[in-house]
């Protein structure tokens, strides 16, 4: 069983286009049976509703912003990072690009251009063999998104997945992926608020896709135990 | 100064784009008074006029190929990687990807999907402070080229540096590094034969920084020397 | 079922350290019940054996070499490499680091330095995570093997298993992983005909996990039509 | 001119092995003349005197810390990683790969596996043609330093430069560069406080080597500006 915490920053964040709160939408849509249980999560108070214990009981968190990126504690973002480290998988989705833990993850602020825009997107499989575009649309049509494009400031990906293709001429690295100690990060672009991107039944697979090849790995043991220095007083020769 | 040979399949191809042969085309082209000289170079006989003797005194070969793949020599091919293993440079244009020298240095049958057109074509730079974009407009814009698109069967790059982006809705790994043994590889997408695509300002800008780039950084040994095995008898500890 | 071809160049190789030729003792050191078959092969006549066919019914082809690099025709080799681009796996083992196969497919000349020695070995596991480590010991211990030391005339890895130590003074990378269109490979050090390394429990544990990793994972296709150039007439916006 | 600030977390670390502090002895040591001019920094009050004037002039910080990262706020490890995104380098030596500004740039924990020792270390170069190792022995020889050894907690690097040997047997990348944004990153293991390695005239030239690669090569802007969003409003096609 993969435990996914979806959290959007707020409620009413695209309820026009899902009819309900994103976190619910996605949560419902994620869910496959007893195998993927989902969460629905809005920020409120300090830890902005991710608890430590939530944290701990979290396989995968899939994680939603736009306006409100300032909100989030440095030690919230922290402690994002530190439980990834120790085998958490995170799922950041459109302008969750420069959200506070995606640059603790990556290292970098990403930054990126944009265009406000219903731009015709095509995504492109750069690596179709990878398990997250198992059995995706290439290219992958989507009849309107907002425009993200290059230079974007991150890491050479670990993994490059697909390229986006924009109606307006720009091209952006829409799908990548980072390994970070025990854990994986997968960065997807598609998500606009006021389209309903996530309703696209290919975009779904390969969100699903996402969820199990993120998903926690390993046993669960706290951030601070496991990857603690480790003193060996034994001689290897 | 920069020793660049300039190989191009055929004597006709392109004229009428260039009003001469490709090859003299581009050896003008990128000569750079005394910094670069060029040579222009058609296949002829078993060695397709590129003998041991040319290529131990070239520091980057210029390779353009696309209707004759078939007639160069595996044993050319071959001697081209090792030459690059032992520090040449080696620059493959446009419809040299499915080359045997390609092949042999990047491991893989370098195979995409085309198709004919005139498309307009926008390369982005993913990685704009790479040498070989240094001053390069960023989007390049070209009126009009043949159109290639993923997925493309290259190993990943060790560095990718531009993305195209074309009209029909494609995208393409325009330009992309791969370092083999002391010697660098480039390959750049743009450069059908029916269009002057190799006038295109932006487009010499960035030939001219990828000979520099891929340019030989080391003295030249004969790559069955400097690549030979290498017994030790010293005890290091 | 995973049908495992191993080629050892000759049939006398390390048969004191196996009380049988090589190939033989891989081949049946390797199989698992009927999970994974094996066949032995020797090089005999042009084809050195590894006919069209049998390397079209081949999962992953295993290769052990050392003294007749030279005589394997180029065209074997790339005939190897062409049919990995196609989707086979290949494990290249010890010596076959100068292979002509191995060469093909990572486009250098894989030149090391070397020791004849019977020093200690330990291999450290860089990425403990990976398929080809799982459940092997960390370090491995080799009790004696020839030294093999860097610099390692090879391109980045894909992905880096396992740095190798030596007594006398010297680390190896010694598994690398590359990506080869559809096809995987594996590089190990350790095997010195003089040595009984492949009869080492955990050693056997890596190259059974390595054999699953690199087995092919695409139903059979033939090299040249799996990536012919696409043409395609459809435009996508 | 390339303007080196040192940062040392206490004034007399390391003073036994080089008659000063540890500071003092970099910033002398590292000086080249009028091309590098270096400043030695121990922290004092809520900036750790690493004020945001000190970072905007500074090229490459030089980071050595032991015993009280935890002391280090969380808002200057920030504020370094987002100097370094803007284009500053920086140099995290030794114990220092658990500080915050480092686990801020790479994204993991950094963490090691140790053994207090004082064993001789071997410096295999891994990628002898990089220039930070340009005229740097290989191997380089130290006689005695603490051993550091893998797993180590890191990304992939985007270049890995030397791996070590230790006396007891292990292995560890010792040398590891990161491109973050604009800025560059550099880590380097040897540099216990115990242990003169600093003196070593190797070791020196290396980091000389690194000072001038990671040194800033784009004009001074403030992080938030440089990296903020960029809205486009024009159209490409």
Excluded at 79 to 100: C, D, T, W, Y
Excluded at 167 to 183: D, H, I, L, T
Aim: with cysteine; hydrophobic share 40%; net charge negative.
């Amino acid at each position: 069983m993969i435990r996914v915490t979806v959290w959007v920053e707020e409620q009413n964040v695209a309820k026009e286009a899902y009819g309900k709160g994103l976190a619910q939408y996605l949560a419902e849509a994620l869910a496959v049976e007893d195998e993927v249980v989902c969460t629905a999560v809005y920020p409120e108070g300090g830890d902005m509703r991710l608890s430590e214990e939530l944290l701990r009981n979290t396989d995968v968190l899939v994680w939603w912003a736009h306006c409100y990126h300032d909100q989030v504690p440095d030690s919230l973002a922290l402690a994002i990072r530190q439980e990834v480290n120790a085998g958490m998988g995170a799922i950041f989705l459109h302008s969750a690009h420069p959200s506070k833990p995606f640059q603790a993850l990556v290292g970098t602020g990403g930054a990126l251009h944009w265009r406000e825009s219903s731009d015709k997107e095509l995504l492109w499989a750069v690596k179709p063999e990878h398990p997250i575009l198992k059995g995706v649309a290439n290219p992958l049509y989507l009849a309107e998104e907002e425009t993200y494009f290059e230079p974007f400031d991150i890491p050479t990906p670990d993994e490059l997945l697909q390229i986006g293709w924009f109606e307006g001429g720009e091209v952006f690295r829409s799908s990548v992926c980072y390994y970070r100690g025990k854990g994986r990060v997968f960065y997807f672009q598609p998500g606009h608020e006021t389209f309903a991107t996530y309703r696209n039944e290919e975009v779904l697979k390969l969100l699903k896709n996402a969820v199990k090849w993120a998903a926690r790995r390993v046993e669960y043991q706290k951030p601070d135990s496991v990857w603690q220095e480790k003193r060996s007083t034994e001689i290897y020769f």
